[in-house]
């Protein structure tokens, strides 16, 4: 199969990055001929200050992206085209692009951003579905995107342009939703549920399984505020035992929480900033368990599947995707979102029953091995753009 992966970068590399790469070389192993456009939100980096309004239209319409990728289909001929992100240089014109050469869209739906502009359903510190199934307009009073208003207007304009076009609903064939929670709520803001199908995110290279019953806890991920670091440093406080935490990440909120535990003299709380990949799954075989803190709708968690894939339980946020994912009592523990009492609970039941936590690691690894290889995934995502193609030739 020939298959053309379309994917914009943000300035601060995350998750979706490390999706599109892990799919992209699951194609190519397998013996398909995979192409790839790219761009980088880095690029706005050379832009003038006399330039930068025109940054607005290039987020709405980017003609530069239309012409290359029409381009690229007329010399590589794809099958299908697989989207990932658009944001910003990309542009929705991609869409464009391809229906006008016939080729169908399969589209990752990795974030909320077709419906929320600040594209994680998250403001003042809880949950907000204001935008939700209405108008992305209402975000633009709060600053959803970026703390500004006239940038969130912008993203707004966006989605309410395309949104009035149909240019989501009617020119890709099949969405990709890393997770049931996530799909429901694109249901629920109005995209076609029959082409909204679930595909879990996965691990390309299968890790080393834990051994021993571990040396702490840990928690990886960006150091932003919805991922609520603060609440384990404050279940960390109520802690009467001693429990090492390593903290591996970086992001906004890095050394404001690292001052916040030295003056609250949390001295087995270590932050490790950002490492190499290698480096993070070393400290995940080393781990009694792992923390998933957030307090947002996540899309998915990919330390999550790879605290399961080393045999290491997780202790998660009782809330969506994170919910579906970490089974309670089974493979990790749950406890009630942004409530430190609750936490510092579960924290210290799971460092004092290393027992039980060894069982809830082997079910972990177990359920990646059902769910999240590459093997089982491969099988999926070639369903999916089997239906893309075929949905295509019936229209």
């Known amino acids: 199969m020939r298959i053309l992966l379309v994917h914009n970068r943000y300035q ?16 190519e ?113 709060h600053g959803c995107y970026r703390g500004s208003r006239g940038a969130t207007a912008a993203v707004a304009l966006m989605v309410s342009v395309h949104r009035s076009l149909g240019t989501w609903s009617r020119k890709v064939r099949c969405f990709i939703a890393p997770s049931a929670f996530s799909r429901q709520k694109f249901i629920e803001a109005g995209l076609p549920a029959h082409k909204i199908l679930v595909k879990p995110n996965f691990l390309f290279a299968d890790p080393e399984c834990r051994k021993g019953a571990g040396e702490y806890a840990l928690f990886i991920g960006r150091l932003s505020p919805e991922k609520r670091v603060l609440t384990m440093l404050e279940a960390w406080k109520q802690l009467t035992v001693r429990i090492p935490l390593l903290i591996i990440g970086g992001g906004p909120q890095f050394e404001t929480l690292r001052a916040y535990a030295k003056q609250k003299e949390l001295l087995h709380v270590h932050f490790r900033g950002q490492l190499p990949h290698d480096e993070v799954i070393a400290a995940l075989n080393r781990a009694r368990f792992s923390l998933f803190t957030s307090e947002w709708y996540e899309t998915f968690g990919m330390t999550m599947i790879e605290a399961f894939a080393c045999g290491v339980p997780v202790i998660a946020s009782r809330l969506g995707t994170m919910q579906e994912i970490v089974s309670d009592g089974r493979t990790g523990l749950h ?31 177990a359920e990646y091995e059902a769910k999240y290889t590459a093997e089982r995934n491969y099988a999926r995502l070639m369903d999916i753009y089997q239906c893309a193609i075929d949905q295509q030739r019936a229209a």
């Open 29 to 141: 192993s397998a013996g398909h001929n995979v192409f790839t456009y790219q761009r980088s939100n880095w690029e706005i980096a050379g832009y003038s200050r006399w330039k930068r309004p025109l940054i607005i239209g290039k987020m709405l319409w980017a003609r530069d992206t239309r012409h290359a990728v029409a381009g690229l289909i007329r010399e590589k001929k794809p099958d299908v085209v697989h989207i990932h992100n658009t944001f910003l240089m990309v542009s929705p014109s991609v869409y464009t692009a391809c229906t006008e050469a016939r080729v169908p869209i399969v589209q990752t739906l990795h974030n909320y951003r077709l419906i929320c502009p600040g594209a994680i359903f998250y403001r003042d510190g809880a949950v907000c579905e204001d935008c939700l199934a209405r108008s992305p307009w209402r975000g633009v009073r």
């Open 335 to 365: 406890f009630a979102p942004g409530e430190a009492a609750d936490l510092a609970h579960k924290v210290e039941w799971a460092w004092t029953h290393p027992d039980e936590m060894a069982a809830m690691g082997r079910a972990a690894r």
């Open 12 to 27: 601060q590399a995350g998750g979706e990055d490390v999706v599109f790469e892990q799919e992209r070389r699951l194609l």
